[in-house]
């Protein structure tokens, strides 16, 4: 069974970069079944759709976020990276990589609380 599981600073100051890892374990990320997205959930708020990484490293971002998302991988640790520049307290949520299998997301991880503050 796939699993993910995302790592990285749990607070990050203002103007800075968020750094966040999926690591996947239990299946490949150039299978090519899948995406691999990022999600994050606002205190308060829906989820927000970040970006995604496709099994030949296709990139498609948030219209509103595109220009501060960066989304890489790598293939011989199976895992991929989210950076998010130039954050602000708005920032601050739950972050969440989860894997679509072109219908919906099967699988997610537990998800990170990422604090923007100063």
């Known amino acids: 069974q796939v699993q993910l599981q995302e790592s990285g600073p749990g607070l990050v100051k203002p103007s800075q970069t968020l750094s966040l890892t999926c690591t996947v374990s239990?299946?490949?990320?150039?299978?090519?079944?899948?995406?691999w997205n990022w999600i994050r959930q606002p205190p308060g708020k829906g989820l927000e759709w970040i970006g995604a990484i496709g099994y030949s490293a296709q990139l498609i971002f948030n219209p509103t976020l595109e220009s501060r998302t960066s989304i890489s991988r790598d293939t011989s640790k199976n895992q991929f990276t989210l950076q998010l520049s130039s954050v602000a307290p708005e920032d601050t949520a739950v972050y969440y990589c989860a894997r679509f299998n072109g219908g919906g997301f099967d699988n997610w991880g537990q998800g990170t609380q990422v604090t923007v503050s100063s």
């Open positions: 239990g299946g490949s990320i150039t299978n090519t079944n899948y995406g």
